[in-house]
């Protein structure tokens, strides 16, 4: 019975999973004048749009899983 009772309570503390409901988790996009960020809820990834476009901040669940700021491609269009 002191099991039960504790799953319970355990349950009910605990956060919803994404994975049996989803609602809870709508994607959202937001954008500053210099930066543009995607959050669901889950993980939150924010773009310096100036002066070139670079990834800032990568979080989970408020855990910062960015060490550094660096190029993530090169691209090259007509040749330039």
Do not use: C, Q, Y
């Not at 669940?61 to 060490?67: A, F, H, K, M």
Request: proline share 5%.
């Amino acid at each position: 019975m002191l099991a039960t009772a504790i799953a319970s309570v355990v349950m009910s503390t605990a956060s919803p999973d994404f994975l049996l409901d989803a609602k809870p988790f709508t994607a959202r996009v937001t954008r500053s004048e210099r930066e543009v960020a995607l959050d669901n809820g889950l993980i939150r990834r924010v773009w310096r749009t100036e002066p070139n476009l670079a990834t800032v901040a990568l979080d989970r669940e408020g855990v910062s899983l960015l060490r550094a700021v660096g190029p993530e491609a090169t691209v090259t269009l007509d040749g330039k």
